[in-house]
């Protein structure tokens, strides 16, 4: 083992983003990383990785947080990555442009699934929205629902699955829980209604199969859906994404898996979730996460607890809570744990508000998903700007009722004096409930402030 991988270890056993990120700069410029490189791989070899901490700094150091589950790739084929293309600085820009080519290219190696859009608003990598938006529309347009006719009409539900938002409108549906891709007419029909509510044209979307080719269809659809299991950094990736959906699930089952699964991760990536779920009084897991937030917390995360041990109602989660942020508190004496692992602010990459108004006119023209409008609404307030801003004004006259609700939510996004003019022509709105979304709006914001 070298001093530098030694090093690495030593950064990433204490939670020293600073001095990982350091030595990853150092090794770029040596010409040593994919030295290093090989050394990590070595000791995977000689036992898997079984949790996330090499991949938490690794994408630190690239300021690739806000793109963590989407990027396919092991952290040490990463750290491959800048040796193979001769980077020796500025490794950030580098995987900017690599990851949008892999988008542009639909690269099973970037999945545009697994991208929050309110999380790469605010970052580096919202020059990614408009072709991750453009490709939600296109997965949208194509998907078919196919249908066996007969006493018991049977569908197939399983292009829609394999889109953005049907995946998290079925997804619900069933609760986070298994499913197959075939469901009967009661099970369609619930689907129908959540379809209908999000803006879908279900009618349009749906596709006739001969009953002496169903099942060959059906085979044909679930063949592809056996998987082999992947192992080490990507298997462990895998099981915390669905955990971090899964410990919100009504189950108490899945919530202990789901737990189970973060708190082996070693990631700090789900500190968010772990503060949720401690926030909530009635979730069965609170105590547990409160103590894994002991683990894996940083300065927001100590913060966030010193408010529980003097607000929260019941001692034993104020003296659980008291716990964890002394045990930070004494980490970070040692390791330096001094800051919040956030998003990049970086602004070297700007979104381009011109191609997202015209992907959201091409959104309104088609009468795409509500959820979607949403979505992108929201994106450009987040970004924020005298551009966003005047966008969103402007769609405050579109004649679709669903537009300028999607304006409303969007404008909470905003600071109170941006988002004040918008919220104020609102209430002028020619439809009812507008302006009662307007009113709700002010009550809650500006309760205390007389408006001229």
Same mark, same amino acid.
């Given at each position: 083992?070298?001093?530098? %991988?030694?090093?690495?270890?030593?950064?990433?056993? @204490?939670?020293?983003?600073?001095?990982?990120?350091?030595?990853? %700069?150092?090794?770029?410029?040596?010409?040593?990383?994919?030295?290093?490189?090989? @050394?990590? @791989?070595?000791?995977?070899?000689?036992?898997?990785?079984?949790?996330?901490?090499?991949?938490?700094?690794?994408?630190?150091?690239?300021?690739?947080?806000?793109?963590?589950?989407?990027?396919?790739?092991?952290?040490?084929?990463?750290?491959?990555?800048?040796?193979?293309?001769? *980077?020796?600085?500025?490794?950030?820009?580098?995987?900017?442009?690599?990851?949008?080519?892999?988008?542009?290219?639909?690269?099973?190696?970037? +999945?545009?699934?697994?991208?929050? #859009?309110?999380?790469? +608003?605010?970052?580096?990598?919202?020059?990614?929205?408009?072709? #991750?938006?453009?490709?939600?529309?296109? @997965?949208?347009?194509?998907?078919? *629902?196919?249908?066996?006719?007969?006493?018991?009409?049977?569908?197939?539900?399983?292009?829609?699955?394999?889109?953005?938002?049907?995946?998290?409108?079925?997804?619900?549906?069933?609760?986070?829980?298994?499913?197959?891709?075939?469901?009967? %007419?009661?099970?369609?029909?619930?689907?129908?209604?959540?379809?209908?509510?999000?803006?879908?044209?279900?009618?349009?979307?749906? %596709?006739?199969?001969?009953?002496?080719?169903?099942?060959?269809?059906?085979?044909?659809?679930?063949?592809?859906?056996?998987?082999?299991?992947?192992?080490?950094?990507?298997?462990?990736?895998?099981?915390?994404?669905?955990?971090?959906?899964?410990?919100?699930?009504?189950?108490?089952?899945?919530?202990?898996?789901?737990?189970?699964?973060?708190?082996? +991760?070693?990631?700090?990536?789900?500190?968010?979730?772990?503060?949720?779920?401690?926030?909530?009084?009635?979730?069965?897991?609170?105590?547990?996460?409160?103590?894994?937030?002991?683990?894996?917390?940083?300065?927001?995360?100590?913060?966030?607890?010193?408010?529980?041990?003097?607000?929260?109602?019941?001692?034993?989660?104020?003296?659980?809570?008291?716990?964890?942020?002394?045990?930070?508190?004494?980490?970070?004496?040692?390791?330096?744990?001094?800051?919040?692992?956030?998003?990049?602010?970086?602004? +070297?990459?700007?979104?381009?508000?011109?191609?997202?108004?015209?992907l959201l006119n091409t959104i309104i023209t088609k009468g795409m998903p509500t959820t979607m409008i949403d979505d992108m609404l929201k994106a450009l307030a987040i970004r924020g700007g005298p551009a966003s801003v005047e966008i969103l004004s402007k769609l405050l006259v579109k004649p679709q009722i669903s537009v300028r609700r999607a304006v409303i939510k969007a404008s909470r996004s905003l600071d109170t004096e941006t988002a004040a003019p918008i919220v104020r022509a609102a209430l002028n709105d020619e439809a009812p409930e507008i302006v009662e979304m307007a009113e709700k709006e002010l009550d809650t914001r500006w309760s205390d402030v007389v408006?001229?």
């Amino acid at each position: 083992m070298t001093n530098l %991988e030694f090093d690495i270890q030593k950064a990433i056993a @204490e939670r020293n983003y600073s001095a990982s990120t350091h030595l990853f %700069e150092h090794a770029l410029k040596e010409g040593s990383i994919s030295e290093l490189a090989r @050394e990590l @791989e070595q000791i995977e070899e000689e036992a898997p990785l079984l949790t996330l901490e090499l991949r938490d700094h690794v994408f630190y150091f690239l300021r690739m947080w806000s793109i963590y589950f989407a990027v396919q790739i092991p952290s040490i084929d990463v750290l491959k990555l800048l040796d193979d293309n001769s *980077i020796s600085k500025n490794a950030p820009v580098f995987m900017i442009e690599f990851i949008r080519n892999l988008l542009d290219r639909k690269d099973s190696r970037f +999945s545009q699934f697994c991208v929050n #859009i309110d999380t790469i +608003s605010s970052d580096h990598y919202a020059i990614l929205l408009p072709s #991750i938006l453009h490709q939600r529309i296109e @997965e949208l347009e194509k998907c078919r *629902i196919q249908f066996l006719e007969g006493p018991i009409p049977l569908y197939c539900t399983s292009d829609l699955f394999d889109t953005y938002y049907g995946q998290k409108i079925v997804s619900a549906i069933h609760e986070q829980k298994s499913f197959d891709i075939v469901i009967n %007419e009661s099970q369609f029909t619930l689907v129908k209604e959540s379809l209908d509510s999000a803006g879908f044209d279900v009618t349009s979307m749906l %596709e006739r199969v001969d009953s002496d080719l169903w099942d060959d269809f059906l085979k044909s659809k679930r063949n592809p859906r056996i998987q082999h299991g992947s192992v080490g950094e990507l298997s462990v990736l895998h099981r915390v994404k669905s955990a971090r959906s899964n410990i919100f699930a009504k189950n108490f089952q899945q919530q202990v898996t789901a737990m189970n699964a973060i708190n082996l +991760s070693k990631t700090q990536l789900c500190n968010d979730v772990l503060m949720s779920v401690s926030s909530d009084r009635n979730h069965q897991m609170r105590r547990r996460a409160l103590n894994q937030l002991g683990e894996s917390g940083d300065s927001s995360t100590m913060i966030f607890l010193a408010d529980i041990m003097q607000t929260d109602k019941d001692q034993s989660i104020r003296t659980e809570a008291a716990r964890s942020y002394s045990l930070l508190a004494s980490r970070s004496q040692l390791s330096g744990i001094s800051h919040s692992i956030l998003p990049s602010s970086s602004k +070297s990459y700007a979104l381009d508000i011109s191609a997202v108004n015209k992907l959201l006119n091409t959104i309104i023209t088609k009468g795409m998903p509500t959820t979607m409008i949403d979505d992108m609404l929201k994106a450009l307030a987040i970004r924020g700007g005298p551009a966003s801003v005047e966008i969103l004004s402007k769609l405050l006259v579109k004649p679709q009722i669903s537009v300028r609700r999607a304006v409303i939510k969007a404008s909470r996004s905003l600071d109170t004096e941006t988002a004040a003019p918008i919220v104020r022509a609102a209430l002028n709105d020619e439809a009812p409930e507008i302006v009662e979304m307007a009113e709700k709006e002010l009550d809650t914001r500006w309760s205390d402030v007389v408006w001229d």
